[in-house]
């Protein structure tokens, strides 16, 4: 399995960003997905996630409810984290992660649950 994060890069405060996380390797549909981030000298913290299948659930960070949301395409094996508002704060790199099969979702905040991780894309917000 592989996931491959793009799409980050530097922006203003307040301007928008688009993230995907195309993946491979296994039925896309079959599996939750999430966002998770790691600001400099911070632990990696959660996001935002997504339900498998149509992904009719969503769950987001209280830090970035509101501001981000959340899609994917099944047809396109891709994920996507639409950032408005970007703050400093926002600052970090963003990872793209994959649902262990069959996980709970009162779980999908919480990394022991993901199985496959992409590498990375760096967003830097400029105040």
């Known amino acids: 399995v592989q996931l491959q994060a793009c799409g980050g890069g530097l922006v203003q405060a307040g301007g928008p960003l688009r993230l995907s996380c195309a993946a491979s390797g296994r039925t896309f549909s079959n599996y939750g997905m999430g966002w998770f981030r790691q600001a400099p000298g911070k632990e990696r913290e959660f996001v935002g996630a997504?339900?498998?299948?149509?992904?009719?659930?969503?769950d987001y960070a209280n830090s970035v409810k509101g501001r981000f949301t959340i899609s994917r395409d099944n047809a396109k094996n891709t994920m996507y984290l639409q950032m408005n508002g970007l703050k400093p704060e926002d600052t970090a790199a963003y990872y793209c992660?994959?649902?262990?099969?069959?996980?709970?979702?009162?779980?999908?905040?919480?990394?022991?649950?993901?199985?496959?991780w992409g590498q990375g894309t760096q967003v830097t917000v400029s105040s």
């Open positions: 992660a994959s649902r262990k099969l069959g996980s709970p979702w009162y779980e999908s905040r919480y990394e022991s649950s993901y199985d496959f």
């Open positions: 997504i339900s498998w299948g149509s992904g009719g659930r969503t």
